[in-house]
């Protein structure tokens, strides 16, 4: 998530910025200075945190800031403080320049679609469709529950065995919560596999039953059995690809 390839990136040629990610990426942008924070993981993990609850949460700023206040005895608070106003200068730099990213986008989007400012376009929207359902995050998740009418016009596609995107904020539990949101809603279960083996079928199917949180689905193909899974530990994606 967060790399040295960062501090050569134009987009992030701002000099705060510049120094933060060198602390939290050990890596000097000038070679004479000294990274201050020793423990890269801890700031990682308060930067990516804090942007899923700026972001994916709709927490408003102002009250997330207050919640950090609140407690400056927290060993974590001055990271969390110095990366909250990071994000927060970001923001506003767009802003700035009438520029959104993706995610400020929905934001967007799902605060006009609040406030009624786009009901007006609602009316002729008869069906929603919604792929890969299970990859939604809160905020595409609530604007969903928006653009549904009250005849629950809506039909979603996904299988939460198959979330990839938590990392960007998806919660997988969106789709297994569709019956409890939309009742009465039609499931229709595809567990015919095309693609792969019995062999492989049969080893996916075990490691997926670990998962306490899941659908019930029992994958089938009409292959032959194939060849056995071989299990290899590789050093890295690089190793992976080759």
Known sequence: MINAGLLKDDRFQNEALQEYLAEITGI????????????ISIMADILLKIKDVIYYNRVDIGELEGEIDKDKNDPLFLG????????????????????YDFTMLENEFF?????????????DMKIILV?????????????????????????????????????RGADFTNILNFERDFPGATVIKL??????????LEASQK?????????????????????????????DETAEAN
Do not use: H, M
């Not at 605060?111 to 009316?123: A, C, T, V, W, Y």
């Open 111 to 123: 605060s006009r679609l609040k406030s009624g400012k786009l009901d007006i376009f609602l009316k």
């Open 191 to 200: 567990e015919q596999n095309y693609r792969s083996t019995k062999n492989i």
């Open 207 to 235: 490691i997926i039953n670990q998962n306490k949180t899941r659908t019930e689905k029992t994958l089938f193909t009409e292959p032959d059995q194939g060849e056995p899974v071989d299990i290899e530990s590789l050093r």
């Open 80 to 99: 969390r403080k110095k990366t909250l106003n990071i994000i927060t200068e970001y923001i506003n730099a767009l802003k700035d320049r009438n520029i």
């Open 28 to 39: 000097q942008s000038n070679q004479e200075k000294i990274p201050k924070v020793s423990n």
């Open 131 to 167: 792929d890969e359902y299970q990859d939604t995050n809160l905020v595409q998740y609530n604007i969903v529950r928006l653009l549904v009418n009250e005849d629950r016009n809506i039909c979603v596609v996904g299988d939460d065995w198959q979330s990839i995107y938590s990392w």
